[in-house]
C-alpha cells in the first residue's frame, strides 16, 4: 500500500538535517525498530488468536507474557528491539526467529565484501566505520564458510547426461592472492540444455591453460553424469580438442567463430584488415 503524504509530513516534521534520518537515533532506524516490534506483535496476535486487551483471551490458557530485548543486525547496523513473548513459551517468531541476530541482506553485505577480496579484520573494520556494528571476526568467518559450502555443493553438484552444446572458454578477472590483486583466467563451461537454456557447468582458475589441464575438466564432467556432448565450441588451443575426444569421442569438436576470424587475419595485409573486419559475418 502507498504511504500517505500526511503521514510522510508528520514524520518528516522536525528534520532539519541528514543525521535526523540517517543518524544512529535516525528516523529510518526509528521505523525499523518501530515496524519490526509491530510484525512481531502481530504474529503473536496471531498465534494466540485474540487481539491485545480482548477479554475473551483468557479462558484460552495462553496469553501475554511482556517482552525481552534483542539486538538485530541489519543493513543500517544495530537495532534494539523488544521481542513479545507468550506465557506458555510455544510462540516462534517469523520476522526475527529465535536464535536469530541478523536480519536478510546482512550477510550479503559480508559476502559482498569478501568477494572484493577483503580480508576478515578489513570487513570488521569496514563495517564498524560504516555500519557502527562491532562484527566479531568468528561471525564473518562463519558467514563466509557457509558461502564456500554452497559453491562447492554447486561445484559438485550433477550434470545432465547430454549437452547439445558446451563453450569452453576463459575470462580474465582481477582476484586478490596473498594481499595483491593480480588478473586471472577464469576457465569456464557454458551448456546450452536440450530445452535451449544455459547452464554453467563450472569454473576453474588455473595458472596455465593447457591440454592436460582440459583434459582434467572433461573427466570431472563426466564424473557428474556428462555422457556426451554433441558440439564442443573452442579456441585453438594446441591439443585441446584431442583431450575433448579422449573423454567424449562422439563429441564435434567446432573452432568458435570468432577465434576462426582472429586466426583467418593472419593471412592478410594490415591495409586490407579493416576493409575486412566490417563485412559482416554470416
Given at each position: 500500500m502507498p504511504i500517505k503524504p500526511e503521514h510522510l509530513d508528520e514524520l518528516l516534521a522536525g528534520y532539519e538535517k541528514p543525521e535526523d534520518l540517517l543518524g544512529e537515533d535516525g528516523l529510518f532506524k526509528q521505523l525499523?525498530?518501530?515496524?519490526?516490534?509491530?510484525?512481531?506483535?502481530?504474529?503473536?496476535t496471531h498465534h494466540l488468536g485474540y487481539e491485545k486487551g480482548d477479554p475473551a483471551g483468557r479462558g484460552t490458557g495462553n496469553n501475554r507474557n511482556g517482552?525481552?530485548?534483542?539486538?538485530?543486525?541489519?543493513?543500517?547496523?544495530?537495532?534494539?528491539?523488544?521481542?513479545?513473548?507468550?506465557?506458555?513459551?510455544?510462540?516462534?517468531?517469523?520476522?526475527?526467529?529465535?536464535?536469530?541476530?541478523r536480519l536478510d541482506g546482512f550477510d550479503d553485505k559480508i559476502?559482498?565484501?569478501?568477494?572484493?577480496?577483503?580480508?576478515?579484520?578489513?570487513?570488521?573494520?569496514?563495517?564498524?566505520e560504516l555500519y557502527a556494528v562491532d562484527?566479531?571476526?568468528?561471525?564473518?568467518?562463519?558467514?563466509?564458510?557457509?558461502?564456500?559450502?554452497e559453491v562447492?555443493?554447486?561445484?559438485?553438484?550433477?550434470?545432465?547426461a547430454v549437452y547439445p552444446v558446451v563453450f569452453f572458454d576463459a575470462l580474465r578477472v582481477k582476484i586478490r592472492d596473498e594481499s595483491v590483486v593480480r588478473n586471472k583466467a577464469v576457465y569456464l563451461?557454458?551448456?546450452?540444455?536440450?530445452?535451449?537454456?544455459?547452464?554453467?557447468?563450472?569454473?576453474?582458475?588455473?595458472?596455465?591453460?593447457?591440454?592436460?589441464?582440459?583434459?582434467?575438466?572433461?573427466?570431472?564432467?563426466?564424473?557428474?553424469?556428462?555422457?556426451?556432448?554433441?558440439?564442443?565450441?573452442?579456441?585453438?588451443?594446441?591439443g585441446f580438442p584431442d583431450a575433448i575426444t579422449a573423454v567424449f569421442p562422439r563429441t564435434t569438436v567446432q573452432t568458435c567463430v570468432v577465434h576462426l576470424i582472429r586466426n583467418s587475419l593472419s593471412f592478410v595485409s594490415w591495409q586490407d584488415?579493416?576493409?575486412?573486419e566490417r563485412i559482416p559475418v554470416g
Open positions: 525499523k525498530k518501530a515496524l519490526l516490534e509491530r510484525a512481531l506483535g502481530a504474529e503473536l517482552s525481552y530485548p534483542k539486538t538485530v543486525l541489519t543493513e543500517d547496523g544495530s537495532v534494539e528491539i523488544e521481542v513479545p513473548r507468550d506465557r506458555k513459551g510455544s510462540f516462534e517468531p517469523q520476522i526475527v526467529a529465535k536464535g536469530e541476530t559476502i559482498s565484501l569478501y568477494a572484493r577480496g577483503m580480508t576478515v579484520r578489513e570487513i570488521q573494520g569496514h563495517l564498524r562484527v566479531s571476526p568468528d561471525l564473518i568467518s562463519r558467514v563466509t564458510d557457509a558461502v564456500l559450502d562447492r555443493e554447486w561445484q559438485n553438484r550433477p550434470l545432465d563451461a557454458l551448456a546450452l540444455d536440450c530445452e535451449g537454456h544455459k547452464h554453467v557447468l563450472g569454473l576453474w582458475i588455473e595458472q596455465s591453460e593447457g591440454a592436460k589441464f582440459w583434459l582434467r575438466v572433461m573427466n570431472e564432467l563426466k564424473n557428474r553424469g556428462v555422457d556426451d556432448i554433441i558440439f564442443a565450441v573452442v579456441d585453438g588451443l594446441k584488415r579493416k576493409r575486412l
